[in-house]
């Protein structure tokens, strides 16, 4: 399945979101977890650039999703800031601009959440703190365990597992831009979340 996406906007302001026309699917995840590498995987092209691009590090990108053979998008990818950086650990929402908290409790299409944790960094309080914001908005929550193919298959299973334990909340997949690892299995979950069939 070839898809064919675009950049759409850039938005820092809650006031300024698209008109909620289509399912969206949020990817989350602390800096350099890998957002861009899984969403440009998705893709098929290099559209994210979230950490080389000035000014959109720190807004949400929206990208539109059109399937070959569709006549128009069928959904919206929206990159959301990383989060993590500051040196102390803070709450989620000190660290975010103003504008995310809405985004993530309020956007009415916002289908799925992709929180994004690098299987060589264990979960951070930060991870946690997402998970458990995500949980009460209720929103529904894949987590996407990133850089698989960094470790054996052994250790790879132990990191699913503990991951599973720790978050039973939300499903768990393996994933790695580098080998392709998992993408056909995150492209069924997130056409299921928006209502598009396999
Ligand atoms: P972002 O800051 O979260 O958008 O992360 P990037 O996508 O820019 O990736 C951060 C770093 O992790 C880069 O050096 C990537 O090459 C590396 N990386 C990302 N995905 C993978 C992966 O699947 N496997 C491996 N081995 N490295 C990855």
């Not at 993530?104 to 458990?132: G, K």
């Amino acid at each position: 399945m070839r898809v064919l996406s675009q950049f759409l906007t850039s938005v820092s302001d809650a006031s300024r979101f698209p008109p909620p026309t289509l399912p969206e699917v949020a990817f989350l995840g602390r800096s350099n977890v890998g957002k861009s590498s899984v969403i440009n995987s998705l893709l098929g092209a290099k559209i994210a650039k979230t950490s080389s691009t000035p000014g959109r590090t720190r807004a949400i990108n929206f990208f539109e999703v059109r399937f070959q053979g569709k006549p128009r998008a069928e959904m919206i990818f929206t990159d959301l800031p990383g989060y993590g950086y500051a040196k102390l650990s803070r709450e989620i929402s000190s660290q975010w601009p103003s504008f995310i908290e809405p985004y993530l409790n309020d956007r009415p299409n916002l289908a799925l959440c992709l929180a994004l944790i690098d299987v060589n960094v264990p979960p951070q309080e930060s991870d946690r703190r997402l998970l458990d914001f995500l949980n009460a908005s209720g929103r529904t929550v894949l987590i996407v365990a990133t850089k698989a193919d960094r470790l054996s298959s052994n250790q790879l299973h132990n990191v699913m597992k503990t991951l599973a334990a720790e978050f039973p909340q939300a499903q768990v997949l393996p994933f790695s831009a580098r080998t392709g690892t998992g993408r056909e299995e995150v492209w069924r979950q997130i056409r299921s979340a928006t209502g598009l069939q396999s």
